[in-house]
């Protein structure tokens, strides 16, 4: 099967950004939307396979493989994908004399097992299920450490790309280290470089079903559920969460060109100063977020659906009181337009009354709520209300020994990168401990 004929008929691209060929496409390959996972179900997905397939495929069908070096990587890229198996591109190159002897190079890129036990399992010492700030985080200690973990970035998993939330943004301004800032998927490869760099094994699959009953836990990835279960003696859960949006007429043109879901993230970008802005939600995030943009924008209208907040009754005073700030209640958002290429009014009607208008505004705050990705565990591991996985304060710990949970599916409060990286930072901490001590008390 040639590369592109191969390519085209993919499940998913995503794989092939592991190679060097592979940084030469355009980041927008890997720049995918994120959506609600009800929104994300068949429809979001196979759109985003389809966006990634062409991407992938018009950009092969431009180049030609200049170098053999590239070409075998290709290839053996090719190959893995064909075979859906991890690949390193190095090792790819390594283990393959005759490029186009696809068949030999899939042999060769069979996982590894990194422990297999008795009856055949494979057991690892630590597994990391997710591939943002905190999966990776955690991914460089523990490698550090030589605790040779192996992390699941997933395949699409919660509809989002290998490297999570930040894949789907474009400048990253906050994240230290950083001054001129960086582009999201840009920053994500630096962690995904640094996790391998120390030894990291990185699946690009998704982990479908976990057993936490008992220690070693038992997991199966997605597609092998039939298989004997692989064995893990912790866990670290870095599934993230993904926000809700609202599918409104318009959104998936002016999504990052207009609209956002983090005013803290994106509230201080140019296109916003000084500029009219709008926030959907009724909520605490939503009084939260409108108060902060008034930093920066020139008004801040707040859409609420209802005809009363249901913020907290301090932030609900605070955010009608606030002189650049206008509720509108009973109102909802119908359209979001613009120019194509930026957001400049946003077309509501009044619950009520049934009236129509255009609101004039350059931004749009969804602060509608996120869905923390808390299927896998759900039932096993203590959540809360809002179905975050509940970690002992100041802590990582579960309510499961052994299991550790860092970044947005915890955190429902801060939900940054870089909260997000240092809690993948006490995760790895305490699962190396745990290992540790249960080392010592068995010699
Ligand atoms: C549009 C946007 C812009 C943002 N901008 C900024 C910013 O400028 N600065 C900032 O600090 N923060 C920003 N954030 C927030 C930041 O992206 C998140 O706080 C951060 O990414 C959370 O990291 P995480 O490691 O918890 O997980 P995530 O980034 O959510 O990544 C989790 C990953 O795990 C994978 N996964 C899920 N389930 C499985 C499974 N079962 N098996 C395998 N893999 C799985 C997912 O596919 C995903 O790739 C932004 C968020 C968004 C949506």
């Not at 280290?177 to 990185?202: C, L, V, Y």
């Not at 209802?306 to 209640?329: G, Q």
Request: aromatic share 6%; hydrophobic share 40%.
């Amino acid at each position: 099967m040639s590369a592109r004929a191969c390519t085209r008929s993919l499940p998913t691209a995503l794989l092939i950004r592991n190679t060097t060929w592979a940084s030469h496409l355009p980041r927008s390959a890997f720049s995918l939307k994120v959506g609600h996972p009800t929104q994300t179900s068949d429809h979001t997905t196979r759109a985003t396979r389809l966006h990634l397939q062409k991407t992938a495929s018009s950009f092969l069908s431009k180049r030609n493989f200049a170098t053999a070096a590239t070409a075998s990587a290709a290839a053996a890229t090719t190959a893995a994908l064909c075979a859906s198996v991890p690949i390193q591109a190095d090792e790819a190159r390594e283990s393959t004399s005759n490029p186009t002897d696809f068949s030999q190079i899939a042999a060769n890129m069979a996982p590894v097992p990194d422990g297999a036990t008795a009856n055949g399992q494979t057991k690892h010492k630590v597994v990391i299920i997710g591939s943002g700030p905190a999966g990776h985080t955690a991914a460089i200690y523990l490698a550090r450490a030589n605790l040779e973990p192996v992390l699941f970035e997933g395949l699409l998993a919660n509809g989002l790309a290998p490297g999570g939330q930040l894949t789907t943004t474009t400048d990253v301004e906050n994240f230290p280290g950083f001054p001129d800032g960086i582009r999201g998927p840009e920053i994500m490869d630096k962690f995904r470089a640094q996790s391998e760099r120390f030894g990291t094994k990185i699946y690009t699959e998704t982990i479908s079903k976990v057993d936490l009953s008992e220690r070693p836990f038992k997991f199966w990835r997605e597609g092998k559920e039939a298989e004997p279960a692989e064995l893990a003696d912790t866990i670290i859960m870095a599934t993230g969460a993904s926000a809700r949006r609202m599918n409104l007429k318009g959104e998936d043109v002016y999504w990052q060109s207009g609209i956002s879901a983090c005013a803290v993230c994106d509230g201080a970008v140019p296109i916003f100063r000084n500029k009219p802005l709008a926030v959907i939600g009724g909520g605490d995030s939503a009084a939260e977020e409108a108060t902060y943009l008034t930093k920066y924008g020139s008004h801040v209208y707040v859409l609420v659906r209802r005809d009363e907040l249901r913020a907290s009754k301090i932030m609900a005073k605070r955010l009608v009181n606030h002189p650049k700030v206008t509720v509108l209640f009973n109102h909802v958002a119908t359209e979001a337009k613009g120019d194509g290429e930026l957001l400049n009014a946003l077309a509501i009607k009044n619950t009520k009354t049934g009236e129509e208008k255009d609101l004039q505004v350059n931004g749009l705050f969804y602060a509608i709520g996120h869905d923390p990705a808390t299927n896998l565990v759900k039932g096993q591991v203590e959540c809360d209300a809002d179905g975050y996985i509940v970690t002992k304060p100041g802590t990582a710990q579960t309510s499961i020994k052994g299991v550790f949970a860092a970044g947005d599916v915890q955190d429902k409060k801060y939900r940054q990168a870089v909260t997000s990286a240092g809690s993948g930072c006490i995760a790895a901490l305490e699962a190396e401990r745990l290992l540790a001590e249960e080392e010592e008390e068995a010699a």
